[in-house]
C-alpha cells in the first residue's frame, strides 16, 4: 500500500507541475530560485569537469563548451527545483514523526542537490565519449535517476524513520519481557 501512496504523490505531483508550469513561471521568486539553483549546479559541475576529470573545456553563462563542438546548458529545467519540490511534498504528505520530517527533507534535498551535479557531470563524459548516446542517456537513463534516488530515500524513510517511535517501544517492551494480553 505505501508503494501505491509514493506512486500517486510523485505522479500526481508531476502532473500538476508540468501542467502549473506557465503559472509557476509568472513569480519572479520562482525564476529566481530556479535560475540560482542551475547556476549552483552549474559552478559544482563544471569545477568537477574540469578540475577533477580534467577536460578542457570552456564556459560562458551556464553553458560548458567542450571540444569538437559538443556542448550542455545547464538551464532551469536542470536546476533540480522540481524534485526538490517533489521530495518536500513526498515527506510532508506521508506519515511520520514531525521531528525527522524537520531534518529528513533537507537531508533529502541535498541529496538530489549532489545527485543532479553528478548527473549533469556524467552528460559531460557522455559528451565527450560518446555524443551519439547523450541524447538517449539524458532522458532515459540519468533523469529517471533522479526518481530511483528519491524512491530509495523514501524506502529509508518508511522502513526506518517513519516508525521509528513504535520499533523503539516494541523493542523496550521485548527486552523488558513484557507481553501484551490480547
Not at 552549474?42 to 576529470?53: D, G, L, M, Q, R
Not at 523514501?154 to 521485548?174: F, G, M
Request: proline share 3%; hydrophobic share 50%.
Amino acid at each position: 500500500m505505501d508503494v501505491l501512496i509514493f506512486a500517486v504523490i510523485i505522479y500526481g505531483f508531476h502532473e500538476l507541475w508540468w501542467g502549473n508550469i506557465k503559472f509557476l513561471k509568472s513569480f519572479l521568486l520562482f525564476n529566481e530560485t530556479a535560475q540560482f539553483l542551475a547556476e549552483q549546479v552549474f559552478i559544482a559541475s563544471s569545477w568537477i569537469v574540469e578540475n577533477i576529470i580534467g577536460y578542457d573545456i570552456t564556459t560562458k553563462a551556464t553553458t560548458m563548451y567542450f571540444p569538437d563542438n559538443g556542448y550542455i546548458d545547464v538551464n532551469t529545467s536542470c536546476s533540480g527545483l522540481k524534485q526538490f519540490y517533489q521530495w518536500t511534498v513526498l515527506i510532508l504528505l506521508f506519515p511520520g514523526p514531525w521531528k525527522h520530517k524537520l531534518w529528513y527533507i533537507p537531508a533529502g534535498i541535498i541529496v538530489i542537490h549532489l545527485i543532479n551535479i553528478f548527473r549533469i557531470v556524467a552528460l559531460s563524459i557522455i559528451v565527450m565519449l560518446n555524443p551519439d548516446i547523450w541524447d538517449f542517456c539524458h532522458m532515459w537513463i540519468l533523469r529517471p535517476f533522479f526518481y530511483v534516488v528519491i524512491f530509495i530515500m523514501w524506502v529509508i524513510w518508511v522502513e526506518k524513520l517513519k516508525n521509528k517511535r513504535k520499533t523503539k517501544r516494541i523493542t523496550l517492551l521485548q527486552r523488558t519481557g513484557y507481553q501484551q494480553v490480547r
